[in-house]
């Protein structure tokens, strides 16, 4: 049985190993290739502090933030999705499906449309949203404990309220507000900046460890909540916890760059079949980092002379995905569970 648990770490490790690797190898991609190439020893002088004309600014006031927080929204989208499911065990109960997203999309709207809000402004008002309506989706759905389905339908009810304000919202405006607002809806890495790059490292800081520590109860709770309480587990505080951190990690990440479609769908059951469908946060984040990272080198590079939303070119990827995952399920005999 030693043995056996010695070589699942191994094979964990291995994978976590590798998938950092290609996170690695795209955080470079990102740097250094595109419509600005940029040499290894160039990019070595200038993090060095020496100055290149032009190279200099494009490196460390685009490229570079604009990489770090992808990096960054990847690992949070990514572990914020996986805990979700991982707890409510089910593959659809992502942030981005059950309400959370779209309630930061519905405040940030609001706060463009009404009070023409900008920058800053528009990141507060997503985060506030994300956590009220993760907060009134739980109080509803917890009467009598809370289930997974029931959270999650009550999540889906509210995604689809959040999205007819966002439309009422935006087809009562002007044409230009209207576009700003379409514009963040999309996701997107192009106003990257090292003042946001500071404030989410600070919050990933203290909540990515706050969700290892939480994580040991997933395992149980996975198995439901009477085979979760035999084993000791304090199920309703555990959930709690949990959900409070998934939900700001999904938070700071869709106020970082707005909401990111389908990272938090898509990185957890890829890491689970990575890990023959074990769970992992760390897999899941990395996962998300990967996903990310290639999708913005190709929505800045897909158009020659326009850079893309990230989201126009994650989102793209949600629905074949969940096709895939229906699909795969029904070929198991999950299909109707």
């Given at each position: ?19 950092a ?38 490196v ?11 990096l ?12 979700f ?41 997503a ?125 700071v ?22 890990l ?62």
């Amino acid at each position: 049985m030693q043995s056996v648990r010695a070589r699942r770490r191994r094979g964990t490790a291995v994978r976590v190993g590798a998938v950092a690797g290609v996170a690695a190898g795209l955080f470079a991609v990102n740097i250094l290739l595109g419509t600005y190439t940029v040499t290894i020893p160039d990019f070595l002088r200038i993090v060095g502090g020496a100055e290149i004309p032009g190279a200099s600014f494009i490196v460390l006031e685009n490229k570079l933030p604009r990489a770090v927080i992808g990096l960054l929204i990847g690992v949070a989208f990514g572990v914020s999705g996986a805990v979700f499911q991982t707890m409510l065990r089910n593959p659809l109960a992502s942030p981005d499906i059950i309400g959370i997203s779209y309630g930061a999309s519905a405040s940030a709207v609001t706060a463009i449309v009404l009070f023409g809000a900008a920058g800053v402004a528009v990141s507060l008002s997503a985060l506030v949203g994300a956590m009220v309506v993760a907060a009134a989706i739980y109080l509803i759905s917890r009467r009598g404990g809370v289930a997974g389905y029931r959270l999650i339908l009550v999540g889906i009810g509210f995604a689809a309220v959040m999205h007819a304000l966002v439309n009422f919202l935006i087809t009562r405006t002007d044409l230009r507000t209207a576009s700003e607002a379409l514009l963040w809806l999309n996701g997107s890495l192009n106003s990257s900046n090292w003042d946001r790059v500071s404030v989410l490292l600070a919050c990933l800081a203290v909540l990515v460890p706050a969700a290892a520590v939480l994580s040991r109860s997933l395992a149980g709770l996975e198995l439901g909540d009477d085979a979760a309480a035999g084993l000791g587990v304090r199920v309703e505080a555990s959930r709690l916890g949990l959900m409070a951190t998934a939900v700001a990690l999904a938070a700071v990440a869709t106020a970082a760059a707005g909401p990111v479609a389908s990272i938090a769908f898509l990185s957890g059951p890829i890491a689970r079949r990575l890990l023959g469908n074990r769970p992992s946060l760390a897999l899941a984040g990395l996962v998300g980092a990967v996903i990310v990272l290639g999708a913005d080198f190709v929505a800045a590079n897909l158009i020659p002379g326009t850079s893309l939303p990230v989201g126009v070119i994650t989102g793209a990827l949600g629905a074949p995905f969940l096709l895939w995952l229906l699909a795969t399920a029904h070929r198991r005999g999950e299909g109707g569970g």
